[in-house]
């Protein structure tokens, strides 16, 4: 089974990076996201992602996770839509017709336009971050953080929150499975899910408590908050970086003037 | 050394002790081995003799615990203790921080104050010594229970610490693992290091103890060595599981030919493969399991035996061949439908326990099969495993072994004809295991058909009609027992 957002054992283009390349990438990535509100400009940028996750060998472990990422964009589509009508209505979710209620809920070119503005900017993020985590060793991770001058037990819980991602995930498929065979029969869809709530979740929590001691003491008794550490195997910069870098910069530079001259392409 | 004088300690929120007056040393170069019924305070010991009790839990505390001559309390934390003590706990899954097997170890090793070539070196040398070289670049969490405890070993064995405390680290394992695991173990006692380790397997490690001890209600209730200890009737019974006398009841005849081809069996699997993605975990496995029969499935972490039996209930539909229960093909059946039919019992309880009390746990299965009048049922099905007196108790306050009763308690009360139960003796000592053994034996006389996994081939020998072993995904042999 396919881990969220877990490293994963490969030689590409990313895996090469030095983790401080691959920071300043997910910052640049996030800052230019946020900043930009033109849907060609976050088209573009979902489309340069993708390129990148297919030049370093990555796209098979980003595509995975499409599904979850469009279910989310039109999630975000329909909630826009029901509460922020904004210019021309196209028509309305409830017809005219119906008695009483006919008329509402409006379906505006403004609501379309600002929940795919925030789709895009949600996809964009989550690619970016995808990216860096499924290329980067926690180790490494660890590493630069402690350079960073970050207090040990903040990189560690970052560390744990990730590491229990695929926990939950593999141990919620074994609880699954057993109350499937429990006779239980949740059914499909939204209403299923939410009936399945108890079941799942109570022997989940309470198995993740119990599996949070154990992983505390683990990282004790490992010695991993002493903080005395020798460097080994440690990461430099390389030519990778130096390109990344160079690329990063001249995007940066681009943004700006076209922000100033062109402001129409990016907002 | 680790000396325990007079140690007792309660858990918070709760009155029993669960450590009552005990006292121990860990002698440099000796390796102890403790054992005795889930609950007993085993795991509580090894907490107690590393300092975590006292430097991480509440509760209250009585007695006196030293490590190398130094009150526990004097040191500054967990931190300035791990540099004397390695400790493995039982839960594999949760000491696995990394992302894989070679950083587990790596990371571990970072932060010894060695040298980059003494890192490499030792780096090297435990993924030899503890089979691991192969698993490399694995991800620890999908690497199966075994190989995770090997993994959990050897970065404890990392650290070079001198005293090591193990907490079940083979309850996963089969028995090749097992031996590979003894003896790496018995090759550091010849190093000179100390071993505290809590086990059930005695057969095992009998070579390598020094002493035996057996803890029952949080106290010590034997101590020396293991031939001394043995000596005592009730105390062997618990240490060594005995399962003699269990098949008192005459094996099932032989059917002949015509009468076996006639009969609809409890199980018919024809030519099933099955492949997780594109990784192939069952090729052609043939098997016909007759109504009444009680079978055990034997072989090899990995060999494809959960896999084969979750086909069963369809929690997995073949990739090719099929699957019978009772005459009707799972792939025409819902997993809901075979509920009726199969009842499975997996390997951690702990997976399906999320009710209030014992009653409605077993209920929970009851109410999904649509059956009314539930009481009467729960309690018939309470009093087969013998847990009648905890019907109102929260679940999870029950002991391992008592656990595992109430994982077949829910299975035993939705009545389904066939039962199939993965690794049921996991974590229990001789007497916890015999008790489930004589229970599924007991079910087996009342016409269920039972079908059990197990790397234990004494159960297979003593409890079984049939043993299949499986190796590779493949059934090898399939003889009477």
Same mark, same amino acid.
């Given at each position: ?30 800052? !230019?996201? &946020? ?26 472990? $980003? ?13 975000? &589509? ?5 509460? !922020? ?38 996809? $964009? ?31 560690? !819980? ?55 001691? $154990? ?40 943004? &700006? ?11 | 050394?680790?000396?325990?004088? *007079? ?9 029993? /002790? ?83 097997? /070679? ?16 890192? /490499? ?50 309850? +996963? ?40 001890? %057996? ?13 001394? %200890? ?8 618990? %240490? ?57 499935? %034997? ?41 009726? *039919? ?24 009851? +109410?999904?099969?649509?059956?009314? *009048? ?9 009093? +087969? ?16 072994? /008592? ?28 007497? +916890? ?24 081939? *004494? ?23």
């Amino acid at each position: 089974m396919a881990e969220i957002l877990q490293y994963v054992h490969k030689d590409g283009f990313f895996h090469r990076l030095h983790p401080f390349s691959k920071i300043l990438f997910i910052i640049v990535a996030s800052v !230019m996201c &946020v900043l930009a509100t033109g849907i060609p400009f976050l088209i573009l940028m979902v489309a340069a992602l993708l390129i990148l996750a297919y030049a370093s060998h990555l796209h098979r472990e $980003v595509i995975q996770q499409l599904r979850l990422v469009l279910v989310m964009s039109v999630v975000f &589509v329909i909630i826009t839509v029901l509460t !922020m009508p904004n210019g021309a209505t196209l028509g309305y979710l409830v017809p005219q017709g119906v008695p009483a209620i006919g008329g509402s809920l409006p379906i505006t070119v403004g609501a379309i336009g600002i929940g795919l503005v925030l789709a895009l900017r949600f996809m $964009v993020l989550i690619f970016a971050f995808q990216l860096f985590l499924i290329s980067t060793q926690p180790r490494d991770l660890v590493h630069s953080m402690e350079k960073l001058h970050m207090p040990i037990d903040y990189i560690l !819980m970052f560390i744990i929150a990730l590491r229990f991602i695929p926990t939950l995930q593999i141990e919620g498929r074994r609880i699954h499975e057993a109350q499937l065979a429990r006779g239980y029969n949740p059914g499909s869809g939204m209403i299923g899910k939410i009936k399945s709530v108890a079941p799942i979740v109570i022997p989940l929590v309470s198995n993740a408590l119990l599996r949070s001691n $154990v992983l505390g003491l683990t990282i004790d008794m490992r010695g991993y908050r002493t903080g005395i550490r020798t460097q080994v195997r440690e990461r430099r910069l390389g030519t990778g970086d130096y390109a990344m870098m160079s690329g990063l910069a001249v995007t940066i530079v681009s943004f &700006v003037i076209i922000a100033i001259f062109a402001s129409g392409l990016i907002f | 050394m680790i000396e325990l004088k *007079d140690v007792s300690y309660t858990y918070p929120h709760t009155v029993q /002790e669960a450590l009552h007056r005990l006292s121990l040393v860990l002698a440099p170069g000796r390796c102890i081995m403790v054992t005795g019924p889930s609950g007993a305070g085993k795991t509580t010991l090894c907490l107690a003799a590393c300092g975590i009790l006292c430097h991480e839990y509440g509760g209250k505390k009585a007695g006196l615990v030293t490590i190398n001559g130094r009150n526990v309390a004097d040191y500054t934390g967990l931190s300035e203790i791990a540099k004397n003590i390695g400790i493995v706990f039982d839960d594999a899954e949760a000491q696995m921080i990394f992302t894989t097997v /070679e950083e587990e170890i790596l990371s571990a090793l970072e932060y010894r104050g060695l040298s980059c070539e003494e890192i /490499e070196k030792r780096l090297a040398s435990i993924m030899e010594v503890t089979y691991l070289t192969a698993l490399r670049d694995r991800s620890p969490h999908n690497l199966s229970g075994g190989q995770k405890q090997r993994v959990a070993l050897a970065a404890t064995l990392a650290l070079g610490n001198d005293v090591l405390i193990l907490d079940e680290p083979t309850s +996963e394992l089969d028995e090749h693992a097992t031996r590979r695991i003894v003896e790496i173990l018995s090759g550091l006692k010849g190093q000179g290091k100390t071993i505290l380790i809590v086990e059930h397997k005695y057969a095992h490690f009998r070579d390598m103890v020094d002493t035996l001890v %057996v803890m029952e209600h949080g106290a010590i209730s034997a101590v020396g060595a293991p031939e001394d %200890v043995l000596r005592d009737e009730r105390i062997r019974k618990i %240490v060594i599981p005995d399962f003699a006398g269990i098949k008192t009841r005459a094996p099932l005849p032989e059917p002949a030919p015509s009468e076996r081809a006639a009969a609809t069996p409890a199980i018919e699997v024809r030519h099933l493969s099955y492949s997780y993605d594109e990784v192939p975990a069952l090729h052609d496995v043939c098997i016909r399991v007759n109504a009444g029969e009680f079978v055990a499935v %034997v072989g090899e972490n990995g060999s494809g035996k959960t896999t084969l039996v979750k086909q069963f209930n369809r929690l997995l539909t073949p990739t090719t061949g099929d699957v019978e229960i009772l005459g009707r093909n799972t792939r025409d059946c819902t997993i809901a439908d075979l509920a009726h *039919d199969v009842g499975l019992v997996f390997q951690n309880p702990d997976h399906m326990f999320f009710a209030d009390t014992v009653r409605d746990e077993i209920a929970f299965g009851l +109410e999904n099969l649509g059956i009314t *009048d539930t009481d009467a049922v729960i309690d018939a099905a309470l009093d +087969e495993v013998g847990l009648l007196p905890t019907k109102t108790l929260y679940p999870r306050w029950l002991s391992r072994g /008592e656990r595992q009763r109430l994982a077949i308690a829910c299975v035993v009360a939705m009545q389904p004809p066939i039962i199939v139960l993965d690794e049921p003796t996991t974590g229990l000592d001789g007497d +916890e295991a015999r008790l489930v053994m004589e229970i599924l034996k007991k079910l087996q006389v009342q016409g269920h058909t039972i079908v059990v996994i197990t790397h234990n081939r *004494d159960i297979a020998q003593y409890c079984a009609d049939r043993m299949i072993t499986m190796e590779q995904g493949r059934v090898i042999s399939d003889a009477r027992t």
